[in-house]
T-cell receptor, first 113, second 114 residues
Framework: GDSVTQMEGPVTLSEEAFLTINCTYT??????LFWYVQYPGEGLQLLLK?????DKGSNKGFEATYRKETTSFHLEKGSVQVSDSAVYFC????????????FGTGTRLQVTL | DVKVTQSSRYLVKRTGEKVFLECVQD?????MFWYRQDPGLGLRLIYF???????EKGDIPEGYSVSREKKERFSLILESASTNQTSMYLC?????????????FGPGTRLTVT
């Protein structure tokens, strides 16, 4: 069945460091892929998306490229800020029911000064 | 501004109690979802509703039921709460069609069952 695997956290970085959070998916076909972010005390919100192979999603300085060869959708940011501290979830659209999402386990990012 | 609200941020209940978690969205969305969020397990779908009075089991429906009598409201019911249902519960909604993947989440209810 569908599944999403993302790197374990927490990830601790200094401000202005480069960020990579790995995500791989397992699905039949080519599902749409997403990154959601959960700031402390809040619900999740959509950060970026890619709906087909080789698409690059981007938002707020974050980027992720849909790689069908490696079934991956890694999240990157060139220079993180303290305000980026949050939990990041990789997700894929459910095969057969696009409204449903399968989420990864989440990766906590802590950025320090 | 789009909004999903949940009835409580924190809730403490005793084992065996019947528990109601309420969720309301103001976006006229067709789809609504209940998830539970646990450390190391991420978000797991409990139930999904795609229309009033319509529901579909998610990945972990055991011990839960749901009710959707009005489009804007989706309730999660724990018929007899148990300690293994201590968790963070998140409600979400989405529209249908090409943007159906964008789910809008409430802030969550942290439920403790003692």
């Amino acid at each position: 069945g569908d599944s999403v695997t993302q790197m374990e956290g927490p990830v601790t970085l200094s401000e202005e460091a480069f960020l990579t959070i790995n995500c791989t998916y397992t699905a039949t076909g080519y599902p749409s892929l997403f990154w959601y972010v959960q700031y402390p005390g809040e619900g999740l919100q959509l950060l970026l998306k890619a709906t087909k192979a080789d698409d690059k999603g981007s938002n707020k300085g974050f980027e992720a490229t849909y790689r069908k060869e490696t079934t991956s959708f890694h999240l990157e940011k060139g220079s993180v800020q303290v305000s980026d501290s949050a939990v990041y979830f990789c997700a894929q659209a459910h095969t057969g029911t696009a409204s449903k999402l399968t989420f990864g386990t989440g990766t906590r990012l802590q950025v320090t000064l | 501004d789009v909004k999903v609200t949940q009835s409580s941020r924190y809730l403490v209940k005793r084992t065996g109690e019947k528990v109601f978690l309420e969720c309301v969205q103001d976006m006229d969305h067709e789809n609504m979802f209940w998830y539970r969020q646990d450390p190391g397990l991420g978000l797991r779908l409990i139930y999904f509703s795609y229309d009033v009075k319509m529901k579909e089991k998610g990945d972990i429906p055991e011990g839960y039921s749901v009710s959707r009598e009005k489009k804007e409201r989706f309730s999660l019911i724990l018929e007899s709460a148990s300690t293994n249902q201590t968790s963070m519960y998140l409600c979400a909604s989405s529209t249908i069609g090409r943007f159906s993947y964008e789910q809008y989440f409430g802030p969550g209810t942290r439920l403790t069952v003692t």
